[in-house]
């Protein structure tokens, strides 16, 4: 290895932050030439725990090196055909894949879903999701205006949709601008399942999509656990209307009346002596923790157990034009 590539290469992992970049700056300069000594970099994670340098660098560098990534996964060397299918999807998400890679990667997700009906599921809590009757899965799909459904992991579909960049801007017929987003409706757990999608969620309005599955579906709901800000939000919609509602901070915090199984707070007994009078008082106009109203009303996100859950989930897209394989980012399976 030439000495200028590979002191650049040995900065990359300065502690240094303008060290770094002007490595990064350097190599992606090079394009091409230092392709095979940066693969190996891919797996070093950053101390802030965000995206190595290495992938930084195939993300930077862009369309030039795909055809050099392309050769590696065909000819080697085969340590770095592993890492190179990673860089590919960094850069181009499935579409710059050859049809042999895509194949691998279809088989590999069958074989996963597999053994997912035998490992317990782990859904994030601590984020927004929606739920809707599992046997409305036609009806949601269509209330969502959803494209491009293929069977996905759980792990692949959260991470798809809550790690992974989940938008693309894309030009509309009357030529706007607009945004396309990636979608994850889960397995069905005890009758209902739950849709992920961060972007999707905040750009349209997690209430408002609620109301329309629930015009399909007979009910949808929202429901966002907002640890940081300690903001606490769910709706319940049926037949296209919100029914109960909850928001922290919203200037009328409730919606609707409470629902029956709130009753059971609202009238506890504040001189209950084996009760915290501070809950007493939190719930005395309903409950505000949407992750027991999901466990009540629907199903709460948590570790799912196997015996639980029923068919596979679905990875979708928003928009006609963008189908799945155009997302940029290798995703667990």
């Not at 050769?71 to 770095?80: K, N, Q, T, Y």
């Not at 809707?132 to 799909?141: Q, Y």
């Not at 969502?144 to 960049?165: C, E, N, Y």
Request: glycine share 8%; net charge negative.
């Amino acid at each position: 290895m030439p000495d200028s590539i590979e002191s650049l290469v040995r900065d990359l992992t300065s502690d240094d932050r303008a060290v770094r970049t002007a490595a990064q700056d350097a190599l992606v300069a090079l394009g091409p030439v230092a392709v095979e000594h940066v693969l190996p970099l891919l797996d070093d994670r950053r101390a802030s725990g965000g995206d190595s340098e290495g992938i930084a660098f195939f993300r930077r560098a862009s369309h030039s090196t795909v055809p050099h990534l392309q050769e590696i996964r065909r000819r080697g060397p085969g340590s770095l055909r592993r890492p190179a299918l990673r860089a590919l999807l960094e850069v181009g998400g499935e579409d710059g894949l050859d049809s042999r890679d895509r194949q691998v990667i279809e088989r590999l997700v069958r074989i996963k879903l597999l053994s997912e009906k035998q490992d317990r599921v782990t859904l994030p809590r601590e984020t927004r999701w929606l739920a809707f009757p599992a046997d409305e899965l036609e009806g949601a799909v269509g209330a969502l205006g959803l494209h491009d459904l293929r069977p996905a992991t759980s792990v692949m579909g959260v991470a798809a949709t809550t790690v992974a960049k989940d938008s693309i801007e894309t030009e509309a017929p009357d030529g706007r601008r607009v945004d396309a987003f990636r979608v994850f409706i889960t397995p069905e757990f005890k009758g209902w399942r739950l849709v992920y999608g961060d972007s999707f969620l905040d750009a349209v309005g997690g209430p408002e999509l609620a109301e329309k599955i629930s015009e399909r579906c007979g009910e949808g709901h929202f429901y966002n656990i907002d640890t940081y800000h300690n903001a606490n939000v769910w709706w319940i919609a049926r037949k296209g209307r919100v029914v109960r509602g909850h928001s922290t901070y919203a200037d009328s915090e409730w919606v609707g009346d409470p629902l029956p199984f709130e009753l059971t707070y609202i009238e506890a007994d504040a001189d209950d002596p084996f009760l915290d009078p501070d809950l007493v008082e939190r719930y005395s106009e309903g409950v505000t923790d949407p992750d027991m109203v999901a466990l009540k009303l629907s199903v709460e996100p948590g570790r799912m157990r196997p015996a639980a859950m029923r068919g596979h989930g679905w990875l979708a897209t928003t928009h006609p034009a963008v189908p799945n394989r155009l997302f940029q980012g290798a995703l667990p399976i």
